[in-house]
């Protein structure tokens, strides 16, 4: 039998440096999906999978020297951003340790027998339950957060689902390391090694994503990956939940008065955010829109400034780097496109951060001008100029769905008051999943009221993959209608032995 080896490649060289694993097979792809289709038992024990995810986080914690030592040779995102990335790795896993523990995530509601009503309402009772196996595909540019510990596979275990994560090829090594670490949790809390698997390869994810005994599946990457796979998991005989996040452009809107206000902030500000982590974030701004004249343009030159000053840097691979080279390269050839800092190659393995502008006009008529309007992955932005708010809601109502939308407004504008600001809030509500004002999209907080998502092709449904609502993605709804009450999952009893909080409706 043939086997094609998986490699461990340093970005900063382009040079392999080991050989992690081999691609699985269709048959060990089989093995892992039954290997964790089999523990779903024991993992139905609340009690153990709150204790499985604080082993995983503690467990993280103590190897974090190695676990970063791993991400950075990979990656080349730095000890200092992967520190802070585990930080968020392990803080997610204990949040939804404490979800378990709460069990408020289960949604119980209780109806009453009502003979009374007409028609009459028979004793119902309803809460959730996991869906089954998930697959999830681990992100290129978190190695952590959304890759084998990630915030995907923390909510499906927290839900009671087994995981099998497709590992990304960026950081094999580190995928390796971080399911040797959650394996030794489960067994640490008596539930089986095979709660978490990974396989490598590229047929290996389409053969996990067609697999009968997967029952939802989650990705974050690229719309052309993204879609192909959400089309594979639809075109199944039972088609499964797909909940992707693709791609987004996480529009800016610099009002007239925010830029007559502070300018250089605004500026200075924007360029961190569009080179943070190598312009590698999902939610990098990538489209601003900035107006004509002389404030417009004290904004332009403070980006100008701060890119002009920044060092060039890693990609997370080559294959991006050349896509990034060769994406600016295009866009800049586009008639009317300036290059105030030029983007593009910064050396043999580096890129340099810059940014593109363009009169709104020209987004507005479309053809070959559309390339601006598709996310070029890396540290680059287009500045829009607009002449009036007319003219940046029309460029707005050109854009797909996002991620997040941005607005920079003044501290008039910011009252309250209805007027153009409002009206801007209401437009891009339409359009992103996350709406932040005088800030920047590229922090998102695990909170509970976080929302990570957003219309396609920015995701491929309406959950949220950060925060702890990601939970609901891995389970679904069952009512109980007139069942003997020791029939009744322990959670829905009348004695309600698990104190499960519950919502009940009628005497």
Same mark, same amino acid.
């Given at each position: 039998?043939?086997?094609?080896?998986?490699?461990?490649?340093?970005?900063?060289?382009?040079?392999?440096?080991?050989?992690?694993?081999?691609?699985?097979?269709?048959?060990?792809?089989?093995?892992?999906?039954?290997?964790? /289709?089999?523990?779903?038992?024991?993992?139905?024990?609340?009690?153990?999978?709150?204790?499985?995810?604080?082993?995983?986080?503690?467990?993280?914690?103590?190897?974090?020297?190695?676990?970063?030592?791993?991400?950075?040779?990979?990656?080349?995102?730095?000890?200092?951003?992967?520190?802070?990335? %585990?930080?968020?790795? &392990?803080?997610?896993?204990?949040?939804?340790?404490?979800?378990?523990?709460?069990?408020?995530?289960?949604?119980?509601?209780?109806?009453?027998?009502?003979?009374?009503?007409?028609?009459?309402?028979?004793?119902?009772?309803?809460?959730?339950?996991?869906?089954?196996?998930?697959?999830?595909?681990?992100?290129?540019?978190?190695? %952590?957060?959304?890759?084998?510990?990630?915030?995907?596979?923390?909510?499906?275990?927290?839900?009671?689902?087994?995981?099998?994560?497709?590992?990304?090829?960026?950081?094999?090594?580190?995928?390796?390391?971080?399911?040797?670490?959650?394996?030794?949790?489960?067994?640490?809390? #008596?539930?089986?090694?095979?709660?978490? +698997?990974?396989?490598?390869?590229?047929?290996?994810?389409?053969?996990?994503?067609?697999?009968?005994?997967?029952?939802?599946?989650?990705?974050?990457?690229?719309?052309?990956? #993204?879609?192909? %796979?959400?089309?594979?998991?639809?075109?199944?005989?039972?088609?499964?939940?797909? /909940?992707?996040?693709?791609?987004?452009?996480?529009?800016?809107?610099?009002?007239?008065?925010?830029?007559?206000?502070?300018?250089?902030?605004?500026?200075?500000?924007?360029?961190?955010?569009?080179?943070?982590?190598?312009?590698?974030?999902?939610?990098?701004?990538?489209?601003?829109?900035?107006?004509?004249?002389?404030?417009?343009?004290?904004?332009?030159?403070?980006?100008?400034?701060?890119?002009?000053?920044?060092?060039?840097?890693?990609?997370?691979?080559?294959?991006?780097?050349?896509?990034?080279?060769?994406?600016?390269?295009?866009?800049?050839?586009?008639?009317?496109?300036?290059?105030?800092?030029?983007? #593009?190659?910064?050396?043999? /393995? &580096?890129?340099?951060?810059?940014?593109?502008?363009?009169?709104?006009?020209?987004?507005?008529? +479309?053809?070959?001008?559309?390339?601006?309007?598709?996310?070029?992955?890396?540290?680059?932005?287009?500045?829009?100029?607009?002449?009036?708010?007319?003219?940046?809601?029309?460029?707005?109502?050109?854009?797909?769905?996002?991620?997040?939308?941005?607005?920079?407004?003044?501290?008039?504008?910011?009252?309250?008051?209805?007027?153009?600001?409002?009206?801007?809030?209401?437009?891009?509500?339409?359009?992103?999943?996350?709406?932040?004002?005088?800030?920047?999209?590229?922090?998102?907080?695990?909170?509970?009221?976080?929302?990570?998502?957003?219309?396609?092709?920015?995701?491929?449904? /309406?959950?949220?993959?950060?925060?702890?609502?990601?939970?609901?993605?891995?389970?679904?709804?069952?009512?109980?209608?007139?069942?003997?009450?020791?029939?009744?999952?322990?959670? %829905?009893?009348?004695?309600?032995?698990?104190?499960?909080?519950?919502?009940?409706?009628?005497?």
């Amino acid at each position: 039998m043939t086997t094609t080896p998986v490699w461990s490649v340093d970005p900063r060289t382009g040079k392999q440096r080991e050989q992690v694993a081999v691609e699985a097979t269709s048959l060990e792809v089989d093995d892992a999906v039954r290997a964790a /289709h089999a523990t779903r038992g024991p993992l139905a024990d609340a009690t153990a999978r709150a204790a499985f995810l604080r082993a995983a986080a503690t467990l993280l914690d103590e190897a974090a020297a190695h676990v970063i030592e791993a991400a950075d040779a990979e990656t080349a995102l730095g000890p200092g951003r992967l520190t802070g990335e %585990l930080a968020r790795t &392990t803080g997610q896993l204990r949040a939804f340790a404490d979800a378990v523990d709460e069990g408020a995530y289960l949604d119980v509601r209780i109806d009453r027998a009502d003979p009374s009503l007409s028609p009459p309402r028979p004793e119902l009772r309803r809460y959730k339950v996991p869906l089954g196996v998930v697959a999830v595909y681990a992100a290129s540019n978190f190695p %952590l957060a959304f890759s084998v510990p990630g915030g995907d596979t923390a909510s499906a275990l927290a839900a009671g689902c087994p995981v099998v994560v497709k590992a990304h090829p960026d950081h094999p090594a580190t995928s390796e390391l971080c399911v040797s670490l959650l394996r030794r949790a489960a067994v640490s809390v #008596g539930l089986p090694a095979e709660v978490v +698997g990974v396989v490598h390869g590229f047929d290996a994810g389409l053969e996990l994503i067609r697999h009968p005994l997967v029952a939802a599946a989650g990705f974050t990457g690229s719309i052309r990956g #993204g879609r192909a %796979l959400f089309d594979a998991a639809a075109a199944r005989p039972v088609p499964i939940p797909f /909940h992707g996040e693709l791609g987004s452009l996480n529009p800016v809107v610099v009002t007239p008065a925010a830029a007559a206000e502070r300018a250089e902030e605004i500026g200075s500000g924007l360029a961190g955010a569009v080179t943070l982590g190598v312009g590698q974030f999902c939610v990098k701004p990538g489209l601003v829109l900035v107006p004509v004249g002389t404030d417009g343009d004290r904004v332009t030159g403070a980006l100008t400034k701060a890119l002009g000053e920044t060092e060039p840097g890693v990609l997370l691979d080559h294959r991006m780097r050349e896509n990034f080279v060769s994406g600016v390269r295009e866009r800049a050839a586009l008639p009317g496109v300036d290059a105030p800092v030029t983007p #593009g190659s910064g050396g043999e /393995h &580096t890129v340099g951060a810059g940014y593109l502008t363009v009169p709104a006009g020209s987004l507005l008529d +479309g053809g070959a001008y559309d390339l601006l309007l598709e996310e070029c992955f890396g540290p680059v932005t287009v500045v829009v100029r607009y002449a009036d708010q007319g003219e940046a809601g029309a460029v707005l109502g050109r854009l797909g769905g996002n991620l997040s939308a941005t607005l920079q407004l003044s501290a008039t504008e910011s009252d309250g008051a209805p007027g153009p600001a409002a009206e801007l809030i209401e437009q891009v509500t339409g359009l992103a999943g996350r709406i932040v004002v005088n800030g920047w999209p590229t922090g998102v907080a695990v909170a509970p009221a976080q929302h990570h998502g957003g219309p396609y092709p920015a995701a491929t449904s /309406h959950s949220t993959s950060v925060g702890g609502t990601a939970i609901e993605r891995w389970l679904r709804p069952v009512a109980y209608q007139s069942v003997p009450d020791a029939l009744l999952p322990a959670e %829905l009893r009348e004695a309600n032995p698990l104190g499960v909080p519950r919502r009940v409706t009628g005497g």
